[in-house]
């Protein structure tokens, strides 16, 4: 089955600064790597995905990349605000799976 | 479109004791998967159904059961309870092809004292 590793487990920022939060797989068949985004107490939302055939994606201040060869993606948020402070999930389907293998997530803190 | 929908929202057993939880996934779905998460250790997989049957099972003790009905609503039923169950249990419902958006639903905080 698939094997996802994140890190890293915790990242604090100051305001405005970037944030990178990194995850490698296992299964070269995956292809769909979807971000999750879990604020405290509320529910797992996804936040943006990218599939196989593309390298990034970008959503306003939020962009994933993706490194297929290295069995790699990242997730890059900019200009960071308090409000970005949450608990961020990757995850990758096995390529015989309908079901994702998820990260054990990342805890973004953004100081004002 | 209404969301997932999970009941109850919070739950207080004591060792030994059953359990059974709700989940309502969104209108249309056909997959609905639970997953169990406690701090630190993300988010656990469970078990998957599609149209009524398991179509995959994460590893769980037999303790950890389900079941979908034709109406797609699903429920988890845990037996036996243990303190290490303690836990917050959330469903998640999409079309089933395992390359989509999965809708997760608030969730049921289950506490085993």
């Known amino acids: 089955g698939e094997n996802v590793e994140q890190h890293p487990s915790t990242l604090s920022v100051q305001e405005g600064d970037s944030a990178v939060i990194k995850c490698t797989y296992s299964?070269?068949?995956?292809?769909?790597f979807p971000w999750y985004k879990q604020e405290l107490g509320k529910r797992p939302q996804l936040i943006i995905d990218?599939?196989?055939?593309?390298g990034e994606k970008k959503d306003q201040r939020i962009a994933v990349t993706l490194n297929k060869t290295a069995k790699h993606f990242s997730l890059h948020i900019t200009e960071t605000q308090p409000e970005d402070s949450a608990v961020y999930f990757c995850?990758?389907?096995?390529?015989?799976?309908?079901?994702?293998?998820f990260g054990r997530g990342t805890s973004l803190i953004v100081h004002p | 479109k209404a969301g997932v929908t999970q009941t109850p929202r919070y739950l207080i057993k004591t060792r030994g004791q059953q359990v059974t939880l709700s989940c309502s996934p969104i209108?249309?779905?056909?997959?609905v998967s639970w997953y169990q998460q406690t701090p630190g250790q993300g988010l656990q997989f469970l078990f998957e159904?599609?149209?009524?049957?398991?179509?995959n099972k994460g590893n769980f003790p037999g303790r950890f059961s389900g079941r979908q009905f034709s109406n797609s609503r699903s429920e988890m039923n845990v037996s036996t309870l243990e303190l290490g169950d303690s836990a917050l249990y959330l469903c998640?419902?999409?079309?089933?092809?395992?390359?989509?958006?999965?809708?997760f639903g608030s969730g049921t905080q289950l506490s085993v004292l």
């Open positions: 998640a419902s999409s079309g089933g092809t395992g390359t989509e958006k999965l809708f």
């Open positions: 299964d070269s068949a995956s292809n769909y």
């Open positions: 990218i599939r196989s055939n593309v």
């Open positions: 995850a990758a389907p096995s390529g015989g799976s309908y079901i994702p293998t």
């Open positions: 209108s249309g779905h056909r997959s």
């Open positions: 159904y599609f149209s009524e049957t398991q179509r």
